[in-house]
């Protein structure tokens, strides 16, 4: 049974890990990171450590990533990474130095343990259980550590707090200011610094689509949105003028009530 | 098989990880990476916790599981502040202290 978990557990874990670090997108990353550590847990549940892979699940998985996700949701995700190199040669050399590593490992340290599986069980129902086994460790032998990483979580979650809550990075931007630099602007380009003009201020209707009418007749076009413009919806000049010149003579014949009179 | 196939998936992962920080520029991935070294150090230790029939390894990984944590919240929170003022995941982007 230990053996089937592992050779399902292991090649899921690796295959996992990679993902992780060749996704293209992080939240792919994220989910693929997920799975490796649940795949993990399996693991340590074939070396009698449920505990751990109690923990490993509620930590990291629970925890962990969902800090993970938080970040990606407080900064957007969908943003492309650059992939040239800013130091030269640096992915090849990294290359090298990983299988160096790898090789360093697995030819060393894989061959350094001599001792089979199920030495645990007795140390586990020494306690009555592994996890009583391990609370004993823990608050005798370790006791002086545990207090120290109780320091290490207190100081890690006030260094959050400062640094989250950062001071405001540009100056607030205040009326005054923006006045200020509409003029700028205008001396600088001859940007129109008074507000756009209303639609259909000269027009027959309240529509969004009809543009204003400039006192020589013609169309206003910053006065319609440039989508309904783009769309071809909103009347040029030439369709509106000869309408509003019939209705302005009807109005000075009194033929038609002066719009909004009635 | 003995206990030391799980040395060698450990390694394994270790090196995986140790790619993501190396070769990937986007500071997240750069972060998994390292929650991915961090598990494999704790594989190993209990795998020695297994092979040495004591509890002593499994406490460890207690305690690096600890440490991993405070690390992501402290990494997360700079990196917010980062993107804060550069509006950038990537980590060559944030090079204000080089002279």
């Given at each position: 049974?230990?053996i089937?978990?592992f050779?399902?557990a ?6 996992m ?6 996704a293209?997108k992080?939240?792919?990353s994220?989910?693929?990171?997920c ?6 847990g399996l693991?340590?549940?074939t070396?009698?450590?449920p505990?751990?892979?109690?923990a490993q699940?509620l ?9 993970f996700?938080f970040?990606?949701m407080l900064?957007?995700?969908d ?10 040669g640096q992915?090849?050399v990294s290359?090298?130095?990983i299988?160096?590593?790898?090789a360093?490992?697995?030819f060393?340290?894989?061959?350094a343990v001599?001792?089979?599986?199920g030495?645990l069980d007795?140390?586990?129902e020494?306690?009555g259980?592994?996890?009583q ?10 006791a ?5 990483l109780?320091?290490?979580v207190f100081?890690?979650a006030?260094?959050?707090m400062v640094?989250?809550h950062s ?6 931007r205040?009326q005054?200011?923006l006045?200020?630099e509409?003029l700028q602007?205008?001396?600088?380009t001859?940007?129109?610094?008074a507000?756009a ?5 000269y ?5 969004i689509?009809h543009p204003a009418?400039?006192?020589d007749?013609?169309v206003?076009?910053?006065s319609v949105s440039?989508?309904?413009s783009e769309?071809?919806v909103v009347?040029?000049?030439v ?5 509003l010149?019939?209705?302005t003579?009807?109005e000075?014949n009194?033929?038609?009530p002066?719009?909004g009179?009635a | ?6 040395l060698?998936?450990?390694a394994?992962?270790?090196?995986i990880g140790l790619?993501g ?7 997240l991935v750069?972060f998994?990476g390292i929650?991915?070294?961090l598990?494999a150090a704790n594989?190993a ?5 297994e092979?040495?029939?004591e ?14 944590a ?6 997360l929170a700079?990196i917010i502040t ?5 509006a950038s995941l990537?980590?060559?982007?944030a090079?204000?202290?080089?002279h």
């Amino acid at each position: 049974m230990t053996i089937f978990v592992f050779w399902v557990a292991a090649p899921l874990t690796i295959a996992m890990a990679v993902g992780t670090i060749v996704a293209r997108k992080v939240v792919h990353s994220a989910i693929c990171l997920c799975g490796a550590m649940v795949t993990l847990g399996l693991l340590y549940t074939t070396l009698e450590a449920p505990f751990l892979f109690v923990a490993q699940i509620l930590v990291y998985t629970g925890s962990i990533m969902m800090l993970f996700l938080f970040t990606m949701m407080l900064i957007g995700i969908d943003r492309r990474e650059s992939l040239t190199e800013i130091i030269r040669g640096q992915r090849v050399v990294s290359g090298i130095a990983i299988g160096a590593l790898l090789a360093l490992l697995v030819f060393t340290v894989a061959g350094a343990v001599s001792g089979g599986f199920g030495n645990l069980d007795e140390v586990n129902e020494r306690h009555g259980g592994n996890a009583q086994g391990l609370a004993v460790l823990l608050f005798t032998k370790y006791a002086f550590i545990f207090e120290a990483l109780a320091a290490l979580v207190f100081t890690a979650a006030l260094a959050a707090m400062v640094l989250a809550h950062s001071d405001q990075v540009r100056a607030q931007r205040s009326q005054r200011g923006l006045a200020a630099e509409k003029l700028q602007q205008y001396a600088a380009t001859g940007a129109n610094p008074a507000a756009a003009p209303g639609s259909g201020v000269y027009a027959r209707t309240n529509s969004i689509a009809h543009p204003a009418l400039l006192p020589d007749g013609s169309v206003a076009d910053n006065s319609v949105s440039a989508v309904l413009s783009e769309r071809g919806v909103v009347p040029s000049d030439v369709e509106l003028l000869p309408i509003l010149v019939a209705e302005t003579a009807a109005e000075i014949n009194g033929t038609l009530p002066i719009a909004g009179g009635a | 098989m003995s206990l030391s196939a799980y040395l060698i998936v450990s390694a394994v992962l270790f090196c995986i990880g140790l790619a993501g920080v190396l070769l990937r520029r986007n500071a997240l991935v750069m972060f998994m990476g390292i929650e991915l070294m961090l598990n494999a150090a704790n594989l190993a230790l209990v795998t020695f916790s297994e092979a040495h029939a004591e509890l002593d390894g499994q406490v460890a990984a207690v305690f690096t599981m600890v440490v991993a944590a405070t690390e992501v919240v402290v990494g997360l929170a700079i990196i917010i502040t980062i993107f804060r003022s550069k509006a950038s995941l990537n980590v060559d982007d944030a090079r204000r202290l080089r002279h």
